[in-house]
């Protein structure tokens, strides 16, 4: 089922033409290739590990986001490289129904050149056509990069959960941003 209606086009900072589309099945490999890749990173960005995920599991969110009207996985491409993606997934609280989670990646290559940007845009469009009117996410207070990312894309520092995550033996503090696509009450 498309979620788009088909791929939007993109001008990157360099001059290429990004396109963002609905993931397939077939992106389920260069995917979790990609997610290794950013996993691997020395500044932790991401939860998972790499190898902890195989491409059967990501060929099987792709399926179960395909068929939730309420997810978006998109997946962005250039010159027939899969270099980013994005899932939107919504709150599971039934008082949360306008509420979505933003969960993204961009290849380290690739960033700086506008593809989370576009990522974070059209997810933003396709949310608000369906009533969604907050798009929450949870970054490393590390991860700097990120954290100025989101803000420059309308996302506010709504609270700090500390110790989250161990990954890796590691605990990891959290922070966690919102964007609103429409006034807050």
């Not at 001059?15 to 077939?26: P, T, V, Y």
């Not at 059209?122 to 969604?132: E, F, H, L, P, Y």
Request: aromatic residues 6%.
């Amino acid at each position: 089922m498309a979620k788009l209606g088909g791929e939007i086009a993109s001008r990157l900072a360099d001059g290429r033409e990004l396109r963002l589309r609905d993931a397939l099945a077939r992106d389920a490999r260069p995917l979790a290739r990609l997610l290794d890749a950013v996993a691997a990173e020395p500044t932790v960005t991401l939860l998972m590990m790499p190898g902890q995920f195989d491409a059967g599991v990501w060929r099987r969110r792709i399926s179960d986001a395909a068929a939730d009207p309420r997810c978006l996985l998109l997946s962005a491409e250039l010159d027939g490289e899969l270099i980013g993606n994005l899932g939107l997934h919504p709150d599971p609280h039934p008082c949360s129904r306008h509420v979505a989670c933003v969960g993204m990646s961009v290849g380290e290559s690739w960033r700086g050149l506008g593809v989370g940007g576009a990522l974070l845009e059209a997810s933003a469009t396709w949310a608000g056509a369906r009533a969604v009117s907050k798009l929450t996410l949870g970054v490393f207070p590390e991860n700097r990069r990120a954290i100025g990312f989101y803000e420059r894309h309308g996302f506010v520092r709504e609270g700090l959960r500390r110790a989250q995550y161990d990954r890796a033996g590691r605990y990891h503090d959290e922070v966690l941003m919102a964007r609103f696509l429409t006034p807050a009450s």
